[in-house]
């Protein structure tokens, strides 16, 4: 039902280059293309402002008569400690920013509780109830994170609790007025092993800070650390990156 992660695998994500305007339609023609196929997939969705103009595209497609009420979204993390009504949490950004445009009940948008004991385990159980993640939207830290999973995360790992890297939560500080000491110090997130037990991954990376991790994930060792080096263990992944992002790749 879900891939089994190969120790042995080594494979070069497969790379679409697209830049400004193109960027999102590239990668929403990744999304369309499973959702075509499959209305009711279960679409792994990432936060951050990278996938923003992904999201915006796919809701304008629905205007065209793509069919995207019947999906369910699973994110991959949440903030440790903020209400899933508060505006900074990720449950408030897939409901607004991906649920809401694209027609899906709130019933099918699964975040992990941020305020929950058994948050990583009780998410594991339900990805396991929904049959698994057919396609995931990664983003990529500049410190090469996926997810919420730093540097020294281990490909084996699960939703669990972490904590942040403080560079995380200055890059982040942005949704919390400006100030990094407001950014949360722990989150849930889905393990690398959970990410990687999706069917079908796309990876988005965009501007020229993201230039060093993307280098190092694409090209680099396959390392704890660099998180999303592991994405070279999965058969199935397609890199969507703009020229920035793209600027120190071979
Ligand atoms: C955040 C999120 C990730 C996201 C990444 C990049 O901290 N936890 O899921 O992909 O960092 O975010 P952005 O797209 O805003 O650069």
Request: glycine fraction near 10%.
């Amino acid at each position: 039902m879900t891939a089994a992660v190969r120790e042995d695998l080594d494979l070069a994500p497969a790379l679409v280059r697209a830049s400004g305007e193109q960027f999102a339609r590239a990668a929403a023609d990744l999304l369309e293309r499973v959702i075509a196929g499959k209305p009711d997939a279960v679409l792994g969705v990432a936060t951050g402002d990278t996938p923003v103009p992904v999201y915006a595209e796919l809701a304008r497609r629905r205007t065209l008569g793509l069919r995207t009420d019947l999906l369910t979204l699973v994110a991959l993390d949440e903030y440790v400690g903020l209400d899933p009504a508060d505006a900074r949490s990720y449950q408030h950004y897939v409901r607004e920013e991906i649920a809401a445009p694209l027609g899906i009940p709130f019933g099918n948008v699964h975040v992990p509780s941020g305020l929950s004991e058994t948050a990583g385990d009780d998410y594991e159980r339900l990805i396991l109830s929904l049959g698994g993640v057919d396609l995931q939207v990664v983003g990529i830290g500049r410190n090469g994170h996926i997810g919420f999973n730093e540097p020294g995360a281990e490909v084996t790992s699960r939703t669990r609790r972490v904590e942040l890297a403080e560079s995380t939560r200055r890059a982040n500080a942005g949704f919390f007025g400006g100030d990094p000491e407001a950014v949360p110090t722990h989150a849930v997130t889905q393990g690398i092993a959970t990410i990687l037990s999706a069917r079908e991954i796309v990876l988005l990376a965009r501007g020229a800070g993201k230039a060093e991790a993307v280098a190092a994930a694409v090209h680099g060792e396959i390392s704890s650390a660099v998180p999303a080096s592991f994405l070279r263990r999965h058969a199935q992944v397609t890199a969507v990156i703009d020229d920035d992002a793209g600027g120190m790749l071979a």
